[in-house]
């Protein structure tokens, strides 16, 4: 390689989302095509952070022709975060520096997102970067109607699960707990239940600034399952975000699963794969119709590291070759210090400076909005207990028969849910 030719690095930060090996070879691509040598720098910042230029993989145009058909990360990747320390940061800059890297792109989430901005701003000038929003949670604050990618792959094949689930609930008598990513925000699964008419989805952003709790959902999903027992159905699907574990107080949390014991990732987050939260609704649902003299058969199932590496759809194959080709336009026209968004058919870059939360410094989490009236179709075509229950005639006493309780105590126990 000429010390004399410029190159662009590219590496891949966070879980993996159908549609890596798009970007990675659009960019490829277009900078071989401008005369750049490209770099593509295996398992994101981790031997950067260690001052290793060694795991690093030369493309040319030949090795990515054909690989945006392909789930997975070619360069795979990692959640290495190297804005722990001044040192590990001046161990990335000195590897890139000899590696020859005059321009950076990084693929991610919001961890990634927030990393990018360091580097960038540590770099101060010496390396242009560009970021391309990553993750299937969606939760990156783009403009709204605009997705992250990977998103409308894994909600399309989380839709079909679902969908097979649901025609499973009905032949078997039973309900299913499915528990979907998403960390911050509950997009994808009320996308996924939204989109395989699931009877019931609960997220975070429903509960507003407050804490949630196992029995605040657990009363919700069992209110949905007396409501669907007095329409004459004795199954059903419940979907719901892993985020509702995260919204819980440590205290609760700590109560609930035993968490002393779950890690955390290298930006600080629990790691969610670690907590069942499916199992322990299962299981309290169970109790609570056991309590009554009945039984449910009820199965939990987490959904989402079936769907990160699926082979995008040809939405997503479409979308990363736009954000890959407008990552490296955006670079090569002297930008720097973006995260790179197509809106309108055009690029749009987003200055780091405009994602950050004025508090964290942090990327904002683009959260569901739930007074929007997407989400007010979603509600509509769930079976909840809903306040219009309580006036029509007879059906508080009907579903207090299934409950095997008073009217009057059922109404108490489930009036949050009808207010």
């Known amino acids: 390689m000429s010390p004399d030719r410029k190159v662009l690095g590219i590496l891949v930060g966070g879980g993996p989302a159908p549609g890596i090996n798009g970007v990675i070879a659009a960019a490829t691509i277009e900078a071989r095509n401008n005369g750049l040598e490209v770099m593509g720098i295996l398992e994101g910042y981790e031997h950067l952070m260690a001052g290793r230029t060694d795991r690093v993989r030369r493309l040319t145009i030949d090795d990515v022709s054909r690989i945006h058909f392909q789930g997975g990360s070619i360069l795979r990747t990692s959640r290495a975060n190297p804005t722990k320390n001044p040192e590990t940061m001046g161990s990335v800059l000195k590897a890139l520096e000899e590696l020859n890297v005059s321009y950076l792109l990084t693929i991610g989430g919001d961890d990634t997102a927030y990393s990018a901005s360091k580097v960038c701003e540590a770099a101060q000038g010496k390396i242009a970067m560009a970021h391309v929003p990553k993750t299937i949670d969606n939760d990156l604050p783009l403009p709204p109607s605009i997705p992250t990618f990977g998103f409308e792959t894994a909600r399309h094949l989380g839709a079909e699960v679902v969908r097979n689930l649901t025609v499973d609930a009905k032949t078997a008598c039973r309900w299913y707990v499915v528990v979907a990513m998403g960390r911050t925000a509950g997009h994808l699964a009320l996308g996924i239940g939204k989109a395989a008419a699931a009877p019931l989805t609960v997220i975070p952003e429903e509960f507003g600034d407050r804490d949630v709790t196992l029995g605040e959902v657990c009363d919700i999903i069992e209110g949905s399952m007396i409501k669907r027992l007095h329409l004459g159905r004795d199954h059903g699907v419940a979907v719901l975000a892993e985020g509702l574990v995260e919204r819980m107080s440590p205290e609760h949390r700590d109560e609930v699963f035993d968490a002393d014991d779950v890690e955390r990732d290298a930006h600080g987050h629990i790691k969610l794969a670690d907590i069942d939260f499916g199992a322990a609704v299962r299981d309290e649902i169970r109790r609570r119709f056991r309590a009554r003299g009945g039984s449910v058969t009820i199965v939990s199932k987490n959904l989402g590291y079936e769907l990160r590496c699926a082979d995008p759809i040809p939405f997503d194959r479409e979308y990363t070759r736009d954000l890959g080709y ?73 579903f207090a028969q299934i409950a095997k309780t008073t009217p009057e105590e059922f109404v108490e126990r489930y009036k949050r849910l009808m207010s």
């Not at 749009?348 to 004025?358: H, M, N, Q």
């Open 326 to 398: 407008g990552a490296v336009r955006f670079l090569l026209d002297g930008g720097s210090g973006a995260l790179v968004t197509f809106q309108g058919g055009l690029m749009v870059p987003i200055k780091f400076e405009d994602l950050a939360d004025p508090e964290t410094g942090r990327p904002r989490p683009r959260l569901v909005d739930v007074n929007g009236e997407s989400y007010h179709v979603a509600r509509k075509y769930m079976i909840r207990l809903e306040k219009s229950d309580l006036t029509v005639p007879g059906r508080i006493d009907a």
